[in-house]
């Protein structure tokens, strides 16, 4: 019997994880894909530990899901904390506690790292997202909206 292993990804990892991404940027309907781009990102990201960590879920030689976390430091919660940016999990796996084992594993990875807090997005019309990250402890925070103001605009290839 096949099992799911979880692990922490590396640099290496980044061609296991590229089709994920693009698997749940097509799910979410997210535009933008472009893989060369997103491999040099992808790259950087796994190569730089102050970015965030990535964890990697395999069933044999086969990348089934992965979860990235950034981190950054917040005086509100009293330290680093981590977001999750992705979690995803290919539709053939789902529904065997894959999600649960990536955000379990990142969470207990996240405490030993120092971090705090472990907060993430989820679109509002994604109920069944909404019910996932209640059953693993996440509460929404209320009257709050995600504001964005772009700092400067992404060049050709994405990467500043």
Not at 87 to 102: H, N
């Amino acid at each position: 019997m096949d099992t799911t292993t979880i692990r922490e990804a590396a640099a290496s990892d980044a061609g296991k994880i590229l089709p994920l991404i693009e698997a749940y940027w097509r799910h979410d309907a997210i535009e933008g894909f472009e893989s060369s781009r997103l491999h040099r990102q992808l790259d950087a990201f796994l190569s730089t530990p102050a970015y965030g960590r990535a964890w990697l879920a395999m069933r044999a030689d086969v990348a089934v899901g992965y979860l990235l976390c950034t981190l950054v430091y917040s005086f509100e919660h009293g330290g680093q904390m981590a977001e999750v940016d992705e979690l995803f999990v290919g539709a053939e796996y789902r529904q065997r506690g894959t999600g649960r084992a990536l955000l379990a594993r990142a969470r207990s990875d996240l405490t030993a790292h120092g971090c705090v807090c472990l907060q993430m997005q989820v679109a509002d019309g994604n109920a069944q997202a909404q019910r996932f990250y209640s059953r693993q402890g996440f509460k929404q925070k209320s009257d709050y909206r995600l504001w964005v103001a772009p700092l400067q605009p992404q060049g050709s290839d994405g990467v500043r």
